[in-house]
C-alpha cells in the first residue's frame, strides 16, 4: 500500500442520508402549522414562528450536516483504489474509474474539500466539507490536496479534461479528469 490520504470532516453525498435529512427538516417546518392545526389557532402568525422555524431548520440543517461527517481515507496500490469511510473499506480496480471531478488546486488556491469519484458501473463517490462556511485558507491542506491530486493522475493515469464541465464545475473552480482515449 503506498501513501494513504486522510480526509477529515468531509460530508459523503448519499441518497439515503438526503431522504432522512429532508424528512427531519420537513416535520421541523410542519411543526409551527401542525400545533396551530391541533389549537386551531394560528400560532405561526401570531408569534411569527415563520421567521423562528427558518431559523431552527437552518440551524437544524447545519447540525444534521456535522452530524454525518466522516473520516475518509483514499489509497492506491498496483491495481487497486481503496476508500475507507470510518469503519468500512470499499476497494476498486482502477479500470473500474471512469473519472472525477476536483478542484483545480494546481491553478487555485483553496483548502476546501470537493471530489467526485465516477465508476464505469455508474456508482459514485462524492465527498466536500461539512461546513457551511467557507473555512480559513490552510497552506497545509491545500498542499495536501495537491499531492493527493498529482498521486491520483499518475496512479490512474489521468489528466485534466475542460469536457463534461457544467456552468457550476466552472465556478467552482472544478475539473474532470479522465483518461485520453
Not at 491520483?152 to 472544478?174: F, H, V
Amino acid at each position: 500500500m503506498k501513501e494513504e490520504f486522510r480526509f477529515e470532516r468531509v460530508y459523503v453525498h448519499s441518497t439515503l442520508k438526503i431522504v432522512f435529512t429532508l424528512i427531519i427538516v420537513g416535520l421541523s417546518f410542519a411543526a409551527p402549522y401542525m400545533i396551530g392545526m391541533v389549537f386551531s389557532v394560528k400560532l405561526y402568525w401570531i408569534f411569527n414562528l415563520r421567521l423562528w422555524a427558518a431559523i431552527v431548520i437552518f440551524t437544524y440543517a447545519a447540525y444534521v450536516l456535522k452530524f454525518w461527517n466522516q473520516t475518509i481515507t483514499i489509497s492506491f496500490d498496483d491495481t487497486k483504489i481503496y476508500f475507507k469511510f470510518d469503519l468500512q473499506q470499499q476497494r476498486y480496480l482502477k479500470e473500474e474509474v471512469k473519472g472525477f471531478y476536483s478542484i483545480d488546486y494546481n491553478n487555485v488556491k483553496q483548502s476546501g474539500t470537493d471530489f467526485s469519484f465516477y465508476f464505469k458501473n455508474g456508482k459514485k463517490i462524492k465527498f466536500a466539507d461539512v461546513d457551511y462556511r467557507p473555512a480559513k485558507f490552510s497552506e497545509e491542506k491545500h498542499q495536501m490536496f495537491k499531492r493527493f491530486l498529482r498521486t491520483a493522475q499518475q496512479e490512474l493515469g489521468y489528466q485534466p479534461s475542460s469536457k463534461n464541465r457544467s456552468w457550476i464545475d466552472k465556478r467552482k473552480n472544478r475539473v474532470w479528469f479522465s483518461d485520453a482515449a
